[in-house]
């Protein structure tokens, strides 16, 4: 808890007690501390403290997203693509945010849950935002960039490989991010301010990652990037040798043999019957139908 040692009268006036004192010292010494607590001030030790150990926060999980995308994927520039997608997002999201709840660009709409409160944001707003939105969209483009290297593994050049993934996996990224848009969205109908303030930023960003980031950013940022580096340092796998085509149409066809004899002892069982006789139009033909 922080300590309170404001001066409760000027240098010029008249203290406790007289002689231009302050509230913790009389004639010139120090007689004891004062300490306030109460919610109001936990909250702003909470603040200082959260803003303090935001930038560590912010490079730890930089760093996480590195280890995991870049052992994941294996590629260097995929992990550092991540970062500098979310990044933006996030910059685009809290400073939307500032222009709405801190300027006051929409109050002209008459809305509550855009007006300003407070003439700034309340300090958890872009905490619990930052978390959610990271999630968000590391999933996001964990989709996407999954159907890439898929496609780019099969032969297809980074090019082919981002309009095939964006053909497969589009659609499933943008009826994610309206859902996840709708559901934020309902914290806008709250009359308490720091929620719509969480709830407008999730909105921004969710709607920026899926419909800029994966269909917009990062189709350009691959296409301007040669296939060697966007992919490095992972290996294409070699493309199958006519020995493999035939090694696995040979198999293939082996293990159809017990599908098709299974097949057929079903088709006999069916036609003689439960008693394993054949009927007796089959009998008086000498097995010819």
Do not use: H
């Amino acid at each position: 808890m922080r300590t309170l040692r404001e001066q409760l009268v000027g240098a010029g006036g008249e203290g406790v007690g007289g002689g231009g004192g302050t509230l913790l010292e009389w004639e010139g010494q120090q007689i004891g501390e004062v300490f306030a607590y109460g919610m109001p001030l936990e909250q702003m030790d909470g603040a200082q403290y959260t803003l303090r150990r935001m930038p560590v926060v912010v490079l730890a999980i930089a760093a996480i997203i590195c280890v995991i995308l870049g052992g994941s994927f294996g590629t260097a520039l995929v992990p550092l693509r991540a970062v500098v997608c979310i990044t933006w997002m996030l910059v685009v999201a809290i400073g939307a945010s500032v222009m709405v709840y801190q300027l006051g660009y929409l109050e002209f709409l008459g809305l509550e849950a855009l007006a300003p409160a407070g003439g700034s944001l309340f300090w958890i707003s872009p905490s619990v935002a930052l978390a959610v939105l990271v999630g968000l969209g590391l999933d996001y483009d964990i989709f996407l960039m999954d159907s890439v290297m898929e496609n780019w593994q099969e032969g297809k050049d980074g090019r082919e490989a981002v309009i095939a993934a964006l053909d497969q996996a589009g659609t499933i990224i943008s009826a994610a991010g309206i859902i996840m848009f709708l559901a934020f969205g309902a914290l806008l109908a709250s009359t308490t301010p720091v929620l719509n303030q969480i709830g407008f930023m999730l909105c921004i960003g969710v709607l920026i990652d899926c419909f800029i980031t994966t269909k917009l950013t990062i189709p350009a940022l691959m296409a301007c990037v040669p296939d060697a580096a966007n992919f490095w340092p992972k290996k294409r796998p070699p493309p199958p040798t006519a020995g493999d085509i035939e090694e696995r149409g040979s198999v293939s066809a082996r293990g159809s043999v017990p599908c098709l004899r299974r097949s057929l002892t079903s088709s006999a069982r069916d036609l003689l019957g439960n008693s394993g006789t054949a009927p007796p139009s089959l009998r008086n033909t000498g097995g010819r139908s």
